[in-house]
């Protein structure tokens, strides 16, 4: 049966089954979640975040007008459960319970960044945190809707580049900021104002950075020992600068039963590879989207959804000044659409279909993947039973790829075809109002990337000559993960404890043999299937000390841990536990917050691995309103305080290049 053959059928019975649940449930039930406290990303028609296992973290609009202008990966490292390629300033990428890569999808509004992010960790993101008005972030297998291959989780970019509801005059935001530690500074910005029925939206940021200071020396003191050679004067972090430069806009006709509109937007990036001294990548991205929705009059289903995303990525090497090195370009689409049922007596749920389209070329001497042309077509339902104390979740999905390339060592072209169906189920309880406790079953497949099935030669970023093997099967795990959700008086607090067992594991080993380039030697690795089985924790809590009136001092916490081990042994570059404490204060016109984070030792690990000692790493942050209606806030924040050492375990480069020293930051936003 054809991709395209497969996808119609398996949508085909996913709409029956779905209008007959539709049909069947009988009176609709009102909505009582708040809408900030509303998740989209688990499912489309949205849950709130205190009751569903579902793991997930949001980011709202106010916090990311003071964040750090940081890329995504290093925005979000540091809360449960999430930590961070940082392979430099320019290049990081969101890591998971362990797992990035391909395992970890970043999506924008839903749909994929169609960029190569994911082929190597120097290759950066093409979003950036300064765009959105809201990230959500889903840990662990259980979402569906959003990403059929994304076993690890998802980190969803939303913006309002396409307006969904027409402005009262000009709404927007603008917000500067400057950084000691890297001599950085950035702008970002965005407004939406209506004209007519059509609500216009124009947005943008540039931000700057030179290399940034480091407390130690670069090189440490484990890899010193272990190799003999001098960890040199430390000081600053060679060829560790940044810039980039994004723009937007997006037009919507917005009617009363929905909306319809396109974006344009075009980023630029310019940034230094912390491996090699003289070597900078310049990234360039042009991406088209369409989005709309349409609400139903009647019928089991209340509205119909749709997105379209294309772009054309370029991320090319520069080896000092002159001509360009290794050139990767990608380009696709990728489209998605989705029917959400009417609710009715607490059942909710939705069906929809996704597929994709690109194509990846890389060009140079060090391109060690073939160029690929890759195809993917999903179906999927969600269902939800709520029935105040008690519930059901559960949900099916279907994905067909194909992955085309011709081996850079020679021969056929290779076509590979997999067949992946995932699916996961839940009950919950609520023994009383603020009590939620719920357990989930989630069975994933996920096929092997282009890199995985098809890399052949030097990786330049990673130091090694990579090999990957075009017969791997699809990888398979089952997760089974219990979750806790509880507020009552002046405690409230999250807890998700996980097991997860895997079949053919894709993993990446040491084969013992050595390739030689130039008078360099380097270890040659080959991508292999094993067992595997990752258990872990994360758990946030919070404790209010003292309240009066809009005054309050509250303690928080949080912890996280995950171990991971292969039938090769301990898998590589997971991260240690963690645990944070901070000490808050909230009013309305100042808050302010002391924080002690720990992170622990890592001695257990794969066999080219060296350990990274623990830290302790002290923060401070204060932003201040100075005005009642909270329209302008000035903040700073005090990173590192201590200037400790710190190295990051799931990075590459933690041997060559540690966190950041003491860094003071101020900065100043506006909303209107």
Known sequence: MSLAAASRAALLTAVSWSAFVGVAAAQEAPQTAELD?????????????RATTIATTVIDEETLAAAPAASLGDLVAGLPGMRSTDFAPGASRPV????????????????????????SPDHQVATDPAEANRIEIVRGPATLAYGGTAIGGVVNVLDNRIPTELPDGVDGMVSTQASSVDGGWSVSGRATFALGPVAVSLDGVSKQADDYDIPAPAISQRLADAEGIPRGPGGTQPNSFSELDSRGLGLS?????????????????????????????????????????????????????GAWGHADYTHTEFEGPGAPGTIFQSDGWEARADLVQRSRNGWNGAIGAQTLSRSFEAIGDEAFVPASET??????????????RWGLEGGLRYDRRSVRAA???????IDRDFDNWSGSAAAFIKPMADLFLGISLAHNERAPSEVELF????HVATGVYETGDPTLDNETVTT???TVHYDVGRFRGDLHVYASKYDGFIDERDTGAVFVDGGESFPVFQFVQTGADFRGFEAEAAWDLWSEGDRGLSLEGAADFVRAETDLGPAARIPPWSLTARLAWTSTPLDAALEVRRVAEQDRLAAYELGTNAYTMVNLSASWRPFADKAIAVFAEGHNLTDTEAREHVSFLKDRAPLPGRNFRAGISYRF
């Open 96 to 119: 998971i319970r362990g797992l990035s890569g391909p395992r970890v999808q970043v999506l924008t509004n839903g749909i994929g960044l169609i960029d190569a992010s994911s082929v």
């Open 253 to 305: 006709w917005i009617g009363s039963r929905g909306f319809i509109g396109a974006s344009v937007k075009d980023l630029s990036s310019t940034y230094g590879v912390v491996a090699e001294e003289d070597v900078f990548i310049q990234l360039e991205q042009t991406r088209e989207d369409l989005r709309g929705e349409l609400t139903l009059d009647g019928g089991p289903f209340q509205r119909i959804t």
């Open 455 to 458: 890399a052949d030669g030097l």
């Open 480 to 482: 089974i993960e219990g």
């Open 37 to 49: 406290d509303v998740i989209v990303t688990g499912a489309p028609y949205g849950i709130s975040a």
């Open 375 to 388: 195809e993917e077509a999903g179906i999927y339902t969600v269902q939800r039973l709520d029935r105040d």
């Open 407 to 413: 081996p850079l060592s020679g021969g056929p072209e």
